[in-house]
């Protein structure tokens, strides 16, 4: 059974190190008391994450050091690590050390497109931006971003293609407060995935999202937008991406026409 921590003993153990290394963490919140302790050791890694303290590529401190700042073993330091592996939010460099995540094509591939052909292949698709525009919410995207109907937003259109074939067809609604400074150039000219621009020009990353998928037949504007008759049988996937905390950050309705592509998703059972 794992330890309990003791809320004064970890931040007084933490308070004891090097300003470089208790500068570092944020400070483990009062209701942290009580839980097994590699999980406040996670919580802190997640607040120094999130609040910048750890930016998107940094190296995160080794195990020892961390078990040293914390005053516990490395094998706890090491299950909450473990669990962050998990949930891509880090990734571990044999050789090299364990970074903070960034929203590059291989991490958008592996955990957030999973539209792939049916002989198997996956590559990325080339995304066609249709249009950017401000809109007040309904109440279906309100209701996944937790907004009042009629909040200030950006819908975003686009059609992916795949081996040179429109395939997905996307809307999605992004709170114009989290996104301020967001333009149709800025979307148009990123150079990286959406989810790469989030995370370098707005300090928003996505480390997961729900989804729900159902069979429909082509609605008028995805017929037009996929090539498609209208009431063609397709896939229609809404998805709310989440950031830390699982705040949500993103609505998307995907239309997937699925006659030669396959939705793919990998499951694992938890540790």
Request: proline share 5%.
């Amino acid at each position: 059974m794992d330890d309990l921590v003791d809320l004064g003993t970890l931040v007084e153990n933490a308070a004891m190190h090097s300003s470089s290394q208790s500068g570092l963490f944020a400070a483990i919140a009062p209701e942290a008391a009580g839980m097994p302790l590699y999980r406040a050791v996670k919580r802190a890694l997640l607040g120094a994450i999130e609040g910048g303290r750890l930016p998107p590529g940094q190296a995160l401190p080794n195990e020892t050091a961390l078990a040293t700042a914390f005053g516990v073993s490395v094998g706890t330091v090491r299950r909450a690590v473990d669990e962050l592996v998990a949930e891509h939010i880090v990734v571990r460099r044999q050789g090299r050390g364990t970074f903070v995540a960034t929203h590059g094509e291989d991490r958008f591939l592996f955990q957030f497109f999973h539209v792939e052909r049916a002989d198997g292949l996956r590559e990325a698709p080339v995304v066609e931006l249709l249009s950017f525009e401000r809109v007040r919410t309904d109440d279906e995207a309100s209701a996944a971003l937790g907004l009042r109907s009629g909040d200030a937003a950006f819908q975003v259109e686009n059609r992916l293609l795949l081996q040179g074939r429109p395939v997905v067809h996307d809307v999605l609604v992004l709170p114009a407060l989290l996104f301020k400074g967001l333009n149709e150039r800025r979307m148009r000219e990123r150079p990286g995935t959406i989810y790469q621009l989030y995370q370098s020009e707005f300090a928003i990353t996505v480390v997961r999202a729900l989804e729900r998928a159902r069979a429909v037949g082509a609605d008028r504007a995805a017929a037009r937008v996929l090539g498609l008759t209208p009431g063609t049988p397709v896939m229609r996937l809404r998805r709310t991406a989440l950031t830390f905390g699982d705040k949500p950050v993103e609505y998307r309705v995907s239309t997937i026409h699925t006659a030669q592509h396959d939705y793919v998703q990998m499951l694992s059972r938890p540790t």
